[in-house]
């Protein structure tokens, strides 16, 4: 059973024009930033961002991605397979993921896991040039 919304992630052109938005005009608490993208925390909601020249709003790694309990994991993914969802993205990060898209193409996530260990995992394996702030 899906849980909540676990985080928004947008593609975006100009990262650095972007993390200043967010942070300077929205007022989101960075996490950390890497050359390619950016962790935030709006309220209690987990914001990313990662770069992409080419992306045009809609389009590239921008996704909603829906909180599950690793129990409830397993069974999503056989009712989505069931259900002949196109999946759109393989997952290479922390934490049990599936992407998918809906009916009408939008790119969704299931996700296992939070900003918390997300970041803790990118202590223990730090990308090159991650800055992490102050929580």
Known sequence: ????????????????????????????????????????????????LFKDPKAAPGTGYTHLAFSVTVEDFPHMVRRLQKADVHLWKDNR??????????????QLELHVGDWRSRLAFKKQHPWEEVEFFEI
Do not use: T
């Open 1 to 48: 059973m899906i849980q909540g919304l676990n985080h928004i992630n947008l593609a975006v052109r100009d990262l650095d024009q972007s993390f200043d938005f967010y942070k300077d005009i929205l007022g989101f608490k960075p996490l950390c930033r890497w050359p390619e993208g950016a962790y935030f925390l709006a309220g209690d909601l987990w914001f990313c």
């Open 93 to 106: 990060s922390e934490g049990d993921s599936l992407y998918f898209l809906d009916p009408d193409g939008y």
